[in-house]
Structure formats: C-alpha cells, structure tokens
C-alpha cells in the first residue's frame, strides 16, 4: 500500500458552514458538561441531537455566567490555537455560535498549523494534545486507500455517533469525509448522530453507510431491533472492543467491515486491524522505535515503553499500552502501561488499589483515582456494588466496611479518603473511563463516614511495585 504524501496541500476544511457548526456546537456542549456535570438546558436547540442555531446565545440559551464563558471561549482558544485579540474579543461582547464559527474560522484561515485536542483524562489530569493538521491530513488519506485496498466500496454517509471536536471523531466525521471528495470529486455525506439513541440511529441507516462508534455504542447499535442494510461497515476506536462483540458485529451481526483503529489522543492512529485479525497492523507511515525485545515478548515485561516514530519526524511518541509484538509491524496490546500517582510523597498505584477493593465481599467492581494536588492529593474510589447488595442501607453499610477495612489492610497513602456506590463505572460521551465529580456533603451518606488519612504514623509501603 502506498503511504500518503506527509506534506498534501491543506483543504480548508473550515470553509464548510455545516462542518464548523457540528464541531463548535459539540465542543461547547462538551465543556458546558464539564462545567456542569449536574446537568444543564440549552434553550437554543432545534432537537435533542444537536443542531443548534446559529443565533444560540452563551448567556441566555446556554446560561452561562461569566466564569462559564470564560472557559468556553478558553476551550475554542486552545482547540484552534487562536491567536486573534480582536476576534476573541468580539466573541466576548457576542457570545453567540455563529461568532464562535466565524471566529474559529478566521482564525484557522489565518494560521492553521495545528489543533489541539483534550484527552478524557482517564489517565492523568486531562491535556492538551497538539497535532500539525499536514500529519492527521495524511492519516485520512491513508484510511481511504487502505478501504479501497480492502476490497471495500465507496462510503455512500458517514454515520457519526462521537464528537467531532475529539480527535476519534475530527479524523473520521470532518476530514476523511473531505479526503473522499478531494479523491473522488463526489461529496461524503455526514449524519450527525451524537448524543441520539443508538437505536434510533440503528433504524435510520442506509446501504454504504460506514458508522463511527465506541464500543459501549456498538454494543447498544447491535441490540437494536430489526437487520441492518447490506454493505454497512463499522470503525470502533477510543477503547478496546470486547472480542465478542466484534464477532459479533463483524460475524452474525451483518456489517460488511468492522475496523478498530489502534490509538490515542496523544498519538492519533498507529494501527488497525479488520475482523477476524487478532493482530493490529502499524500504519506505514509509523515505525515502531527499536528496543532490543524478541518476537512475541511483552514490552513492559522487560521494562521497555512502547515508542513510535513518525516519517519525517525526529520526535518519537509513547503508546498508551503495553504490547505484544509479532515482528515488526504487528502487535496486540495487552493492558494500559502502569500509572503510579504520589500521595504524601509516596508511591501508589490506583489500580493495585481498585484491584484489592473489587476483591472485598459485595463489590463487583470498582476503580481509584487520584483526589486534590500536591500535598493536599489523596485517593477516591468509585465502587460497583455486588447484586445482592440493592438497598440504599445496604450500600451505606458497605462504604463503611470498606472504609474500615482499608483502615487496617492498607497502608495511610493507599487509602481512598471517598468512596461513592453506583450501578457502573463512570465513562464519558466517548465510552472511556472518566473522573466522576463528589456529591455534596450534607446529602451523602458516605460522607458521614470519618475519613481514614488522618497522619498516623505507621509506615507506609509502595504500592506501585
């Protein structure tokens, strides 16, 4: 397969009215939900998929304080690296979507370099990811040849379920639509799914379609009721895809293709795979940077950090996982690289400690994350209780036997200062794990349980290994 040229001259892909409007309605209902993880209603909305109109108003359709929209017009700032006082500042005096669009637009006009993409945090405190548009324009154009290397035909409508501002949804819901027309000369059609029930979606669908999805989605999209139309094909990514659900999707479930594409926030893509492949395929485009380890080793068995080189780059980039390598360009990952945090100056890690809890009598499941910074960090925990724990009492009572036990089983850092019950692990919009906000003190039970790191002195361990 032939490898896209790293440097094609840059579409501007902003110049389309209906393009920048998804992607600055989505972004600003992304940080509008960070900013109100309660729950929030924009008055402006022509229907509960999105759609907004152009005359939507930050302060009096969105309710936006001052603080809000500070961060609002923060959060289009980063993601298009805007640089123009005056624009922002009209903005500011207009808060409106079509402002917002047509100051995304002048300023990308002006200087579209690169763009900045946030990553949903389940690894660390969120950040900002910065890719040169020239190396995710050559990403789209590889996807395009790698389909019709497939065998596949051409995409009649992209169905996006995922938003189009994150990185997972810009390749493959703004450009790649874009790459078929600049190949072709026939536009690509995008049908503008997120936040609309998988079901709904699952029954509006037409031959070539080609939908974009989360695993937590397509596993909703292949319950829905009735068949789906011939040569409808799949691209899943953000988070691993169950291995039965694939065959599922790719077998009896009747997509004509299921693609996962191997990546991150950090990285963009790196590798996919088609089922029934077990092995991810590295992109042509990347090299994996040479480490010394044999066929079939797992990296971080032998310590080693799975790093990548871009062509035409000198600065390599680390993947988010561990990897099991079968030569050179194929790989399976085989679990997130360990994430170690510092609480009180020790070493601890979350997921040691998450594995003790799921291990407790009456807990399904749970996870740890860090809580606070610096000297005042701590952990929280969020635990799944088992099913025969139902009633709220119930629930209470176990907190608190966590609580105790953690008490006298872990050493002060490694113990979760909070622990929240609900009946799953919290993921976002995109099906990733994400952090979950605290309920308010004086209406939790949990928070009437004294908390346990209090500076005794006994000594602490490592729980990091």
Same mark, same amino acid.
């Given at each position: 397969?032939?490898?896209? *040229?790293?440097?094609?001259?840059?579409?501007?892909?902003?110049?389309?009215?209906?393009? #920048?409007?998804?992607?600055?309605?989505?972004?600003?209902?992304?940080?509008?939900?960070?900013?109100?993880? $309660?729950?929030?209603?924009?008055?402006? %909305?022509?229907?509960?998929?999105?759609?907004?109109?152009?005359?939507?108003?930050?302060?009096?359709?969105? =309710?936006?304080?001052?603080?809000?929209?500070?961060?609002?017009? &923060?959060?289009?700032?980063?993601?298009?690296?805007?640089?123009?006082?005056?624009? #922002?500042?009209?903005?500011?005096?207009?808060?409106?979507?079509?402002?917002?669009?047509?100051? #995304?637009?002048? $300023?990308?006009?002006?200087?579209?370099?690169?763009?900045?993409?946030?990553?949903?945090?389940?690894?660390?405190?969120?950040?900002?990811?910065?890719?040169?548009?020239?190396?995710? @324009?050559?990403?789209?154009?590889?996807?395009?040849?790698?389909?019709?290397?497939?065998?596949?035909?051409?995409?009649?409508?992209?169905?996006?379920?995922?938003?189009?501002?994150?990185?997972?949804?810009?390749?493959?819901?703004?450009?790649?639509?874009?790459?078929?027309?600049?190949?072709?000369?026939?536009?690509?059609?995008?049908?503008? +799914?997120?936040?609309?029930?998988?079901?709904?979606?699952?029954?509006?669908?037409?031959?070539? *379609?080609?939908?974009?999805?989360?695993?937590?989605? @397509?596993?909703?999209?292949?319950?829905?009721?009735?068949?789906?139309?011939?040569?409808?094909?799949?691209?899943?990514?953000?988070?691993?895809?169950?291995?039965?659900?694939?065959?599922?999707?790719? $077998?009896?479930?009747?997509? %004509?293709?299921?693609?996962?594409?191997? =990546?991150?926030?950090? &990285?963009?893509?790196?590798?996919?795979?088609?089922?029934?492949?077990?092995?991810?395929?590295?992109?042509?485009?990347?090299?994996? !940077?040479?480490?010394?380890? /044999?066929?079939?080793?797992?990296?971080?068995?032998?310590?080693?950090?799975?790093?990548?080189?871009?062509?035409?780059?000198?600065?390599?980039?680390? $993947?988010?996982?561990?990897?099991?390598?079968?030569?050179?360009?194929?790989? /399976?990952?085989?679990?997130?690289?360990? %994430? !170690?945090? /510092?609480?009180? =100056?020790?070493?601890?890690?979350?997921?040691?400690?998450?594995?003790?809890?799921?291990?407790?009598?009456?807990?399904?499941?749970?996870?740890?994350?860090?809580?606070?910074?610096?000297? %005042?960090?701590? #952990?929280? +925990?969020? !635990?799944?209780? +088992?099913?025969?724990?139902?009633?709220?009492?119930?629930?209470?009572?176990?907190?608190?036997?966590?609580?105790? @036990?953690?008490?006298?089983?872990?050493?002060? +850092?490694?113990?979760?200062?909070?622990? /929240?019950?609900?009946?799953?692990?919290?993921?976002?919009?995109?099906?990733?794990?994400?952090? @979950?906000?605290?309920?308010?003190?004086?209406? &939790?039970?949990?928070? &009437?349980?004294?908390?346990?790191?209090?500076?005794?002195?006994?000594?602490?361990? *490592?729980?990091?290994?």
């Amino acid at each position: 397969m032939a490898t896209p *040229d790293v440097h094609p001259a840059l579409p501007p892909w902003w110049d389309e009215p209906e393009v #920048l409007a998804r992607l600055v309605s989505h972004l600003l209902r992304a940080e509008m939900q960070q900013l109100r993880p $309660g729950g929030w209603f924009a008055t402006g %909305q022509d229907d509960p998929a999105g759609g907004w109109h152009p005359a939507l108003d930050w302060r009096h359709d969105l =309710g936006a304080d001052s603080l809000e929209r500070m961060q609002l017009l &923060t959060a289009l700032a980063e993601w298009a690296e805007l640089e123009d006082g005056p624009a #922002l500042e009209r903005l500011w005096a207009e808060p409106t979507l079509a402002a917002a669009c047509q100051a #995304l637009a002048h $300023g990308l006009a002006s200087r579209h370099e690169a763009v900045v993409f946030r990553t949903s945090g389940s690894t660390g405190p969120a950040r900002g990811c910065r890719h040169r548009l020239a190396a995710l @324009w050559q990403e789209v154009a590889h996807w395009v040849l790698l389909w019709r290397d497939q065998g596949l035909p051409r995409p009649q409508r992209v169905v996006s379920l995922v938003p189009a501002h994150h990185i997972y949804g810009f390749l493959f819901s703004v450009l790649w639509p874009l790459a078929w027309q600049r190949a072709d000369g026939q536009p690509l059609p995008v049908v503008d +799914a997120w936040r609309r029930p998988p079901a709904k979606a699952a029954l509006g669908l037409r031959p070539g *379609d080609v939908v974009v999805a989360v695993p937590a989605l @397509w596993g909703l999209l292949l319950r829905s009721p009735g068949d789906w139309p011939a040569q409808v094909s799949g691209l899943c990514s953000t988070a691993p895809c169950p291995p039965a659900l694939a065959a599922a999707l790719g $077998g009896a479930g009747g997509l %004509q293709a299921f693609l996962e594409i191997y =990546g991150s926030s950090e &990285t963009a893509g790196l590798g996919v795979r088609r089922w029934p492949a077990a092995d991810y395929t590295l992109l042509p485009y990347w090299e994996r !940077v040479p480490e010394g380890s /044999q066929e079939g080793q797992d990296d971080a068995c032998a310590g080693r950090v799975p790093r990548f080189l871009r062509q035409g780059s000198h600065q390599a980039v680390e $993947g988010p996982d561990r990897l099991q390598w079968q030569g050179e360009r194929r790989f /399976q990952p085989v679990g997130r690289r360990d %994430q !170690v945090v /510092q609480v009180g =100056g020790v070493n601890v890690s979350p997921a040691t400690v998450a594995a003790a809890l799921a291990a407790r009598p009456g807990v399904a499941q749970a996870v740890v994350r860090p809580w606070g910074e610096g000297a %005042q960090a701590r #952990l929280k +925990a969020f !635990v799944v209780p +088992a099913p025969e724990v139902r009633a709220a009492a119930q629930e209470a009572e176990l907190v608190a036997a966590l609580l105790a @036990w953690a008490r006298q089983g872990l050493p002060p +850092a490694a113990r979760p200062v909070h622990i /929240q019950t609900g009946p799953a692990l919290p993921v976002n919009a995109m099906g990733k794990a994400c952090d @979950w906000p605290l309920p308010p003190a004086d209406v &939790t039970p949990q928070a &009437t349980v004294p908390r346990i790191l209090e500076g005794e002195g006994d000594e602490s361990a *490592d729980l990091a290994g």
